[in-house]
């Protein structure tokens, strides 16, 4: 089945130490996005591809960084992890035309010690 | 600027009584409208989506919504729920921003199901 994959579903890492999360489609998608989702609370952007074109959400903090070196990957780099960084960090796709369904994967959990 | 309200932040409900999720918008132009639902520990599922044309949209897993202008609102409904809905549920408003699709989530309901 197409799909949308993380890797990987549980990270944890130190206070600082820089980390990196994989996402990864099947779907042949346009579109690529990176949220970030604290516990009970909504789904936050951060960032999207559309192909190679980079779109930063304009309060993604620096210490946010990603990489998309082909159509079917996507990276997500996180500097120097904070405290305030412990998330869920949802991936999703999209074939980027109107009204296009958002797809989504099934997460990493980044905890920060 | 958009944005999204479900007033709700917990329901709970008994299986196989009916249920309506509320979700209100606010956005300048034609909304497309999306309601996502979410399991513990897992990414985010397309129930619906209204986008043009008839304002009641059926969903997958026997889910509908209704969209009403007039109200700025996008209800979801389910006529009989089972054990297995018991999920965070997402309304979103998508917007094409110079060229590109993006979601605004509201804050999410939370679905308790009792026996």
């Known amino acids: 089945d197409a799909m949308v994959i993380q890797n990987p579903r549980y990270q944890v890492t130190q206070f600082g130490k820089p980390v990196t999360l994989s996402c990864s489609q099947t779907?042949?998608?346009?579109?690529m996005y990176w949220y970030q989702q604290k516990s009970s609370q909504a789904p936050k952007l951060l960032f999207h591809y559309y192909d190679k074109d980079f779109n930063n959400e304009a309060d993604t903090p620096d210490n946010f960084q990603s990489r998309r070196p082909n159509t079917s990957f996507c990276f997500l780099d996180i500097r120097s992890p904070g405290l305030g960084d412990a998330a869920m960090y949802l991936c999703?796709?999209?074939?980027?035309?109107?009204?296009?369904?958002?797809?989504f994967g099934p997460g990493t959990r980044l905890t920060v010690l | 600027a958009q944005s999204v309200t479900q007033p709700d932040i917990h329901i709970t409900v008994s299986e196989g009584a009916s249920l309506e999720l509320r979700c209100n918008y606010s956005y300048g132009a034609t909304p497309y409208l999306f309601w996502y639902v979410q399991s513990p520990g897992q990414g985010l599922q397309l129930l619906l989506k209204y986008f043009s044309g008839d304002t009641l949209v059926q969903g997958i897993k026997g889910f509908e919504a209704e969209f009403k202008r007039s109200q700025s609102s996008f209800n979801l409904r389910k006529p009989s729920v089972h054990w297995s809905d018991a999920a965070e549920y997402f309304c979103a408003v998508g917007r094409r921003v110079f060229g590109n699709e993006k979601l605004t989530f509201g804050t999410g309901t939370r679905l308790t199901i009792i026996p």
């Open positions: 779907l042949n998608h346009n579109v």
């Open positions: 999703a796709t999209s074939g980027g035309r109107l009204a296009d369904t958002q797809y």
